[in-house]
């Protein structure tokens, strides 16, 4: 948290969206390294970003909340899967910064961990998997919004995030029906 704190400026929240436990972290008094890194007259880091590490993928928007998503007792988990992999259901566990920790960015997107929730396509049973998030390249699939105040429902969409066979098949899209427990 220290490291953060001197180092990282504006983009703090983007670690702290990673890793939510370091908020709670003490780190006490840092007046000697921020006095240091001025008298060196250090580079901010956004021209690290730049310069040194051009290929470090920063989210694009603020991140407009993280936390758990909810079905009962369980949470939206990545089971520990990767890149076109699918995402399921585990018992929730809260633990920040686990494979049940998302955010949701102001494009809509749900993340974890630099992944998107993505659609495979636009269409009734599609599989729900982990992608790169790059809304452009994948078309409106990795968008998503409250419905109803029950339903995650694909942007643009009449599909919501359907839980009916996760266990044999994962995570799917449905036409949306409010009163569908598989869907709340």
Not at 77 to 90: F, N, P
Not at 101 to 111: A, G, P, R
Not at 151 to 161: E, F, H, T, V
Request: proline share 3%; net charge positive; aromatic share 10%.
């Amino acid at each position: 948290r220290r490291a953060a704190e001197v180092w990282l400026e504006g983009f703090r929240r983007y670690y702290y969206s990673e890793v939510p436990m370091a908020k709670s972290v003490q780190f006490g008094d840092i007046s000697d390294r921020l006095a240091l890194k001025t008298r060196l007259k250090c580079k901010p880091f956004r021209w690290y970003l730049t310069n040194i590490y051009p290929e470090l993928k920063i989210p694009d928007g603020d991140i407009v909340e993280y936390g758990f998503i909810l079905q009962n007792n369980q949470c939206l988990d990545t089971l520990g899967r990767y890149i076109s992999e699918k995402v399921g259901l585990y018992l929730c566990h809260y633990t920040p910064g686990s494979n049940q920790e998302f955010t949701i960015s102001s494009k809509f997107e749900i993340i974890h961990k630099q992944l998107c929730v993505t659609a495979d396509v636009k269409q009734n049973n599609s599989p729900v998997v982990l992608k790169a998030c790059d809304s452009k390249k994948y078309g409106g699939t990795q968008q998503w919004e409250k419905h109803s105040g029950l339903l995650l429902r694909l942007k643009n969409s009449d599909l919501c995030l359907d839980t009916t066979n996760y266990m044999s098949e994962g995570l799917h899209l449905s036409t949306c029906v409010i009163s569908s427990t598989n869907q709340q």
